[in-house]
């Protein structure tokens, strides 16, 4: 099982948003990262064998799953206060101290 290694710049991806992919495809995969000056780097040890095609497929799948986390992250920043303001009028009408 080879190991693949991809490289994100820390400014573009977030490191809460690699972790929450990682995550979620720990079934697929180990994932490590580390950092170098402004790069994250994720090395990728498949945790069964699978074919080269396969692995690729897998790969590319975690990048897109990198990317959607990242744009569900930049969503919660933006749609925080309108949250908030949500809760606050639905916890005060529950009778809640």
Same mark, same amino acid.
Request: charged residues 25%; proline residues 2%; aromatic residues 10%.
């Given at each position: ?7 994100f ?23 490590d ?5 402004? +790069?994250? /780097? ?11 095609? =396969? ?6 799948e *975690? ?9 569900? +992250?930049? /969503?919660?920043?933006e ?8 809760? =606050? ?6 009778? *809640?101290?």
């Amino acid at each position: 099982m080879s190991v693949t290694t991809l490289t994100f710049d820390e400014r573009i991806y977030p490191v809460d948003a690699l972790q929450k992919a990682a995550y979620r495809f720990m079934n697929l995969f180990v994932v490590d990262f580390s950092i170098d000056k402004n +790069l994250i /780097i994720c090395s990728l040890k498949p945790t069964q064998n699978s074919s080269q095609e =396969g692995m690729d497929y897998h790969i590319d799948e *975690f990048k897109k799953e990198v990317l959607d986390q990242v744009l569900r +992250l930049k /969503i919660k920043a933006e749609t925080e206060d309108v949250r908030n303001l949500i809760l =606050g009028i639905a916890f005060s009408k529950s009778g *809640f101290q």
